[in-house]
């Protein structure tokens, strides 16, 4: 399977996207705009929205098509 990805990395949070995994369910550009906005290159802009915001929308794409890293250590704090 082609599982090639892009990095659109942001200030707090690294965003990762295999484009071959995506069913296009538009989960990701109907919940966050100005993160994730097709009609802009490149589409996904990583500092759009905090870092907290885009990982839980990342975590609703159904596909696994998008990925993240944070790099707020939100993780550690928590
Ligand atoms: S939420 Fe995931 S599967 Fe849906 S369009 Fe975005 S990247 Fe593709």
């Known amino acids: 399977m082609n ?11 690294e965003v990762i996207f295999h484009p071959a995994r995506c069913i296009h369910s538009a989960n990701c550009v109907k919940g ?3 993160v994730f906005n097709v009609k802009k290159k ?9 870092a907290e915001n885009i990982a839980a929308q990342i975590d609703n794409c159904p596909s696994g098509a998008l ?12």
């Open 3 to 13: 599982d090639e990805f892009k990095r659109y990395v942001g200030e707090n949070i």
């Open 32 to 34: 966050l705009p100005d």
């Open 42 to 50: 490149p589409w996904v802009y990583a500092d759009g929205d905090t």
């Open 67 to 78: 990925e993240y890293i944070r790099k707020d250590n939100a993780n550690e704090a928590r």
